[in-house]
């Protein structure tokens, strides 16, 4: 059995911070934080930072308080989060686009005293029944001078919370020590090497774990960080703001990144020339979708498959993956721990596993967090032995050679689109219509599929499951039941219901009109068959980054120069169709001038409710 290394003691965050404050007073005018047209220097967000932390620790902010972030990826949201962490506070992440009743719970459950947030979110956290929501933006005469506070948190108190799928019906909320997180960003700082030199381009959620290192790692190693400030995901754009601004890091789920490779691909990568790393977590690595682009000679970068649960302050293991040692292993491994943290292979009864068995990963070590917020019982279970190891229910084994290895799950839980996804949290809130008399939730090559007993209709289910959950949890399939397959205990067969022969939909006779050959091109990019011209791409299961694949495939197929609001306007390929007509070119030509004229306002873009 592989020994763990010796612990080495984990750095405090208060240290870390040193470096950025010491920029600040060096050089306050280096620009550090970009989004759009909008930049912020050392020492403005120092400055700024330092009166909201006094501030809040004039309201009462300390250690062991919880502070909600509501707000977009911008830089006021570095502000709050610099100024919570100062006051010794934790923060909790908060969507605002998320529906109002699963916010009302996030703040209840957490325990939020405070929401940082701007005047534009802040009725929405309002409703959700916050009742001291605070500007980030208002320039009060009266408020805390920019003295930096003096430390209170020591580093076993918490430093944030991220809220992830509950198999009970509501979120849970992951606690995760400021020693936890010291110990991931000088790991993540020293392995790749970060200084003043990189820049890191955030496209990733701020209610996601793996985005929280890198808010942090650039202002820690004098680097800048480049946030998209828009809430589309468009292949164009982001590619755009890897040339300008020659980022250097890319933090994003596969899902997420294959798209940028695939579009780079017909100028020769040249859009991703500057990266010497794509961090890449949330879902399994295809060798094949990247090793084009890693054997390329004008590739310089690494791909980095990261590990770990965002209970455990989000990376456990790390496997760095470049031209050299692509066929090393007949897959993507999950490699081996970083420094302080440990990790076992167990049965069921938690005793260790010899190297090569199968068995489930546990975690323990600097990476532990503290648990669930508010749910004692839930922490006990999932944090065994005394609350020294964290049971992730990932079937893995640990190969002689001692790296890891992933084989899958052993619960109901998945991910889609690198979101991790409990199917009961789904399958509760689709019994809670009135009309749903059973319900179960299927995950299938990256979509969700809801199989239904009862009387409503997909439109209603939907929009019933857009006010309970986020987006991603929405199935993008309905199938309507008179009855479930059972197993020989009278439990429903999920396994048979995953093998059921899906109807495998007529295509239209003539395949050469537009129409057919964007929904040719939708069954292509979906990985199913799709047949329905008034059909809505989102109802088929598509997401806002199939849509950017499908923008640059349908740019490329007709020489047009597409806006991807063109796309997001009409999501039927009739209506689309309609749009590529040659009597609509005009029509185009005037939506492409006021999707330009517009473009500042994408950030508060939202996907429109299903009808």
């Known amino acids: 059995m592989t020994v763990a290394p010796p612990m080495q003691e984990p750095p405090a965050l208060a240290g870390l911070l040193a470096p950025f404050e010491n920029l600040a007073a060096r050089s306050p005018e280096r620009p550090?934080?970009?989004?759009?047209?909008?930049?912020?220097?050392?020492g403005e967000l120092e400055d700024r930072a330092n009166r909201l932390a006094g501030k809040l620790r004039d309201l009462g902010a300390a250690p062991g308080t919880w502070v909600g972030l509501g707000l977009d990826r911008s830089p006021e949201l570095l502000v709050a989060l610099l100024a919570v962490v100062k006051a010794g506070a934790g923060y909790v992440p908060l969507d605002p686009?998320?529906?109002?009743e699963r916010l009302a719970h996030m703040i209840s459950s957490a325990s939020v005293d405070w929401i940082l947030s701007r005047n534009e979110f802040a009725q929405i956290f309002r409703d959700a029944g916050a009742t001291r929501v605070l500007d980030v933006l208002s320039n009060d005469p009266h408020e805390s001078p920019a003295y930096p506070v003096l430390p209170l948190a020591?580093?076993?108190?918490?430093?944030?919370?991220?809220?992830?799928?509950g198999s009970t019906g509501l979120p849970k909320a992951a606690s995760v020590f400021r020693r936890n997180f010291a110990n991931l960003l000088d790991w993540y700082a020293r392995e790749m090497r970060l200084g003043p030199d990189d820049s890191t381009l955030v496209i990733s959620s701020p209610s996601f774990d793996l985005t929280q290192k890198n808010f942090f790692a650039?202002?820690?190693?004098?680097?800048?960080?480049?946030?998209?400030?828009?809430?589309?995901?468009?292949?164009?754009?982001?590619?755009?703001?890897?040339?300008?601004?020659?980022?250097?890091?890319?933090?994003?789920?596969?899902?997420?990144f294959y798209p940028l490779v695939d579009a780079a691909a017909a100028n020769g990568y040249a859009d991703l020339a500057s990266l010497r790393f794509a961090v890449l977590g949330g879902e399994p690595i295809s060798i094949p979708r990247l090793r084009a682009w890693l054997e390329h000679p004008s590739c310089k970068a690494e791909v980095m498959n990261s590990y770990g649960p965002t209970e455990c302050a989000d990376i456990c293991a790390f496997h760095r993956l470049?031209?050299?040692?692509?066929?090393?292993?007949?897959?993507?491994?999950?490699?081996?721990?970083?420094p302080n943290v440990t990790v076992t292979i167990r049965d069921e009864d938690l005793a260790p596993v010899p190297d090569g068995e199968l068995g489930e990963l546990c975690i323990a070590g600097a990476g532990l967090g503290g648990g669930y917020l508010g749910d004692p019982e839930k922490t006990r279970r999932a944090f065994a032995l005394a609350h020294s190891l964290y049971r992730t229910g990932d079937l893995a084994r640990r190969l002689t050679c001692g790296t890891l290895e992933f084989r899958g799950r052993a619960d109901h839980q998945v991910k889609v689109n690198g979101f991790r996804i409990e199917l009961g949290e789904i399958e509760i809130a689709l019994g809670q219509h009135n009309l749903v008399r059973e319900a179960v939730v299927l995950a299938h090559e990256g979509r969700l599929i809801a199989h239904v007993q009862g009387d409503a209709t997909t439109a209603a289910l939907k929009q019933h499951l857009l006010d309970k959950l986020p987006a991603y949890m929405v199935p993008g399939e309905f199938h309507f039941r008179e009855s479930f397959p059972l197993t020989p205990n009278g439990k429903i067969d999920r396994l048979a219901l995953a093998k059921e022969d899906r109807s495998d939909p007529t295509h239209p006779s003539d395949q050469n009109t537009p129409a057919a050959r964007i929904l040719a091109l939708w069954s292509e990019t979906l990985g199913h068959p799709v047949s329905d011209p008034d059909a809505n791409f989102f109802d088929l299961g598509g997401t806002s980054i199939h849509l950017a694949v499908v923008h640059v495939r349908l740019r490329e197929m007709t020489g047009r120069d597409l806006a991807i609001t063109d796309l997001f306007a009409r999501p039927s390929a009739r209506a689309l169709a309609e749009l590529l007509a040659p009597q609509a070119a005009a029509a185009t030509s005037a939506t492409q001038n006021r999707a330009r004229l517009q473009r500042a306002g994408f950030s508060n873009f939202r996907r429109p409710s299903p009808r």
């Open 154 to 165: 020591t580093p076993d108190d918490p430093l944030y919370a991220i809220f992830t799928s």
């Open 97 to 100: 686009s998320y529906p109002r």
């Open 322 to 338: 470049h031209r050299g040692n692509l066929d090393d292993f007949p897959f993507v491994p999950l490699g081996r721990e970083i």
């Open 32 to 42: 550090l934080v970009i989004a759009g047209a909008r930049q912020i220097s050392a």
């Open 218 to 256: 650039p202002l820690l190693t004098g680097g800048r960080l480049v946030l998209d400030d828009s809430a589309i995901y468009d292949i164009s754009r982001i590619s755009r703001l890897i040339r300008e601004h020659r980022v250097t890091v890319l933090n994003c789920t596969p899902s997420a």
